[in-house]
């Protein structure tokens, strides 16, 4: 792992050129290119191979920056952005003009993010404007979660990995939409239904089919069978090939900062089936359940 303000010059350098680099951050590693820069962007959506609909998340140093790119600034997107920024929460608030269709996939929303992460607030405070990035992997497959995973994925394609160590959290950041009322959840994460009402009077939870773009049914698959069960549960089905059995039921939280990584072991390894015990639906073990239905959908 690297520790060096050279590195994060040099990030900042190519960003600043025109390139693309993958950033560290706590939740998951992001492809990331200076927002405003329309060719580097859309290099960004090419290598990821993701449809130029799917809006991205732009990443800041902190609240001042992301306000900036907000048409308005509610107190209660700034009750959350005080209490949980740098970290794992999303924001969604109405755009202001100048923020490029290119990022929001023409949508009159913008999705802003301070991350939890020393090398990528240094980095950010460098290049002193948003970093529009998305989960540094191919799109539909399995979330990167260290620099060896975006090797892996990306290749050559990107100009530069900027190893921050393996990331802290493990899934993607918690994204609130806070353009109705009450705000949204939209994706489940690390911070909680209960954890963002300790700041504002109420969130509604996710439910049924996510208004987010680009948040298919199918999505973070490895290439083995997902086999998921309910505490207890047995499989309905019969289980066939190499089979590999985690519990996730245990410890959530580390089993979320494992989660993407067992994913790709179990492909490394050639397993044909991987068998998980799921948790209970509350805390983070939303955010496990929500990505492993996903990961599993289609199969
Ligand atoms: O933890 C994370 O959020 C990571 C790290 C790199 O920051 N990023 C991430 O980005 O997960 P991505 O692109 O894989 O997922 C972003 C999600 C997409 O499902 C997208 O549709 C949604 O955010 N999104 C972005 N802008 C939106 C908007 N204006 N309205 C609704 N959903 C939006
Ligand atoms: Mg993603």
């Not at 520790?3 to 190519?14: N, Y």
């Not at 200076?34 to 580097?40: K, Q, S």
């Not at 290749?155 to 705000?183: A, F, K």
């Not at 209960?194 to 973070?220: C, F, K, N, Q, W």
Request: glycine share 10%; aromatic share 4%; proline share 7%.
């Amino acid at each position: 792992m690297s520790t060096s303000g050279v590195d994060v010059d040099r990030a900042a350098r190519l960003l600043l050129g025109g390139g693309v680099v993958a950033i560290p951050t706590e939740t998951v590693y992001g492809l990331a290119a200076t927002a405003r820069d329309a060719i580097a962007v859309r290099r960004v959506y090419d290598l990821k191979g993701r449809p130029a609909s799917h809006p991205l998340i732009v990443h800041f140093a902190d609240a001042d920056g992301a306000g900036e790119w907000a048409q308005h600034w509610s107190p209660e997107t700034d009750a959350l952005a005080q209490r949980f920024w740098p970290g794992p929460l999303t924001l969604i608030v109405e755009r202001a003009d100048f923020v490029p269709d290119f990022v929001t996939g023409g949508l009159s929303s913008v999705a802003l993010r301070v991350p939890d992460h020393a090398l990528t607030l240094q980095l950010l405070r460098v290049v002193g404007d948003g970093l529009a990035a998305p989960s540094a992997n191919k799109f539909g497959l399995v979330s990167p979660t260290t620099a060896q995973h975006v090797r892996a994925d990306l290749g050559n394609g990107v100009d530069y990995v900027l190893d921050g160590g393996p990331c802290r959290i493990g899934v993607e950041s918690t994204i609130v939409d806070c353009t109705v009322d009450p705000p949204q959840i939209l994706r489940p994460g690390a911070v909680t239904v209960e954890d963002i009402e300790t700041v504002i009077r109420s969130v509604a939870a996710s439910s049924g089919p996510s208004r987010a773009p680009g948040m298919l049914s199918s999505h973070y698959a490895p290439k083995c069978r997902l086999v998921l069960v309910e505490s207890g549960a047995r499989p309905t089905e019969p289980m066939s090939g190499s089979t590999r059995t985690l519990d996730a039921r245990v410890n959530p939280s580390t089993f979320a900062r494992e989660m993407y990584a067992e994913l790709r072991r179990a492909d490394d390894d050639g397993i044909d089936s991987l068998l998980i015990e799921l948790p209970e639906p509350r805390g983070i073990g939303l955010a496990i359940r929500d990505r492993l239905s996903k990961a599993a959908a289609g199969r």
